[in-house]
């Protein structure tokens, strides 16, 4: 089965599974390209031709090379790896905690299958992990929430980067503001609902980006529409990086910031690096 094969069905099924949360269903079976452990390789820019080049390494639901991802541990990791940046995804709970997770449910990482956002925070905290890097070392982990993830950020010196998942009204962005202001951490927020950034641009003007697969025309008109609002893309799509990475000069041309999230070739850093890229989201590269 080829790529194009693969990722296909990986999209129907996350299309699938994400309508039958909405419906209500916990149990709906999450097949995508993360469902594999992948055990990413640990690699650094120092004594490469990268390390004299201004770039920003965002840790990918935190350090996720040594940890298990959106994790308190893998956040500490990457602050003790002096990582720039750490990013995570999160989740509003019932009643009203925002925790990290990436999945819509948590039978990927967990030992039981529901959609954080129809449970309490309590109820939440019973889960256990069953899957991630090194997780033996961590026993009894439990889901994270944004508090503990502001307070590693902040003691670490690193810049929070929160990537909100689905429609968000405009109250329920203008409560994540108040963590950055509450924790004094220089927050980047992201989402690949550009309704997201329009709201959370009415109540702040922290950075934005606009989160895309591949680039296109569109998507560089649509970030233009919103002040400090760049575009983040996939570093691993063939497509953002055909003819010298054309799609992303052309991001920087019209006056936009880029980033590139999840890269963890060193190779494939460079070249994108060289369109003027500064800030690379990875999931094992350090300094």
């Known amino acids: 089965m080829n790529n194009s094969i693969k990722n296909g069905i990986a999209a129907a099924a996350g299309i699938a599974a994400a309508a039958a949360v909405a419906k209500g269903i916990e149990r709906a079976v999450w097949l995508h390209n993360y469902c594999k452990l992948v055990d990413y390789p640990v690699n650094s820019i120092k004594g490469t031709e990268l390390e004299d080049m201004d770039i920003k390494l ?41 925790v990290l997770h990436h999945d819509p449910v948590t039978y990927r990482l967990m030992n039981k299958s529901v959609n954080p956002e129809k449970h309490t925070y309590d109820e939440l905290l019973k889960l256990r992990y069953t899957k991630g890097h090194n997780l033996r070392a961590y026993p009894n982990l439990k889901i994270t929430n944004l508090d503990e993830f502001y307070e590693m950020c902040k003691k670490y010196g690193m810049q929070a980067i929160i990537e909100i998942k689905y429609d968000r009204s405009a109250d329920y962005v203008a409560e994540l503001v108040e963590y950055a202001k509450k924790y004094e951490v220089p927050t980047t ?23 895309v697969y591949d680039i296109r025309e569109k998507d560089i008109e649509k970030a233009k529409t919103l002040e400090n609002c760049g575009i983040s ?42 369109t003027g890229t500064k800030y690379i989201t990875t999931n094992g590269i350090t300094y």
């Open 58 to 98: 965002i840790a990918h639901r935190g350090f996720r090379a040594v940890a298990p991802e959106n994790t308190l541990p893998a956040y500490v990791k990457a602050g003790e790896a002096h990582f720039w940046g750490a990013e995570c995804d999160i989740y509003r709970t019932k009643d009203g905690v925002w």
């Open 189 to 211: 927020y992201i989402a690949f609902d550009f309704i997201n950034l329009v709201n959370l641009r009415k109540v702040t003007d922290a950075p934005l980006f606009y989160l």
């Open 233 to 274: 893309f996939d570093g691993n799509d063939k497509k953002n990086l055909k003819d010298n990475c054309r799609m992303v000069r052309r991001c920087r041309e019209e006056g936009l910031d880029t980033a590139t999230w999840a890269i963890d070739d060193l190779d494939i850093v460079k070249q994108i690096a060289d």
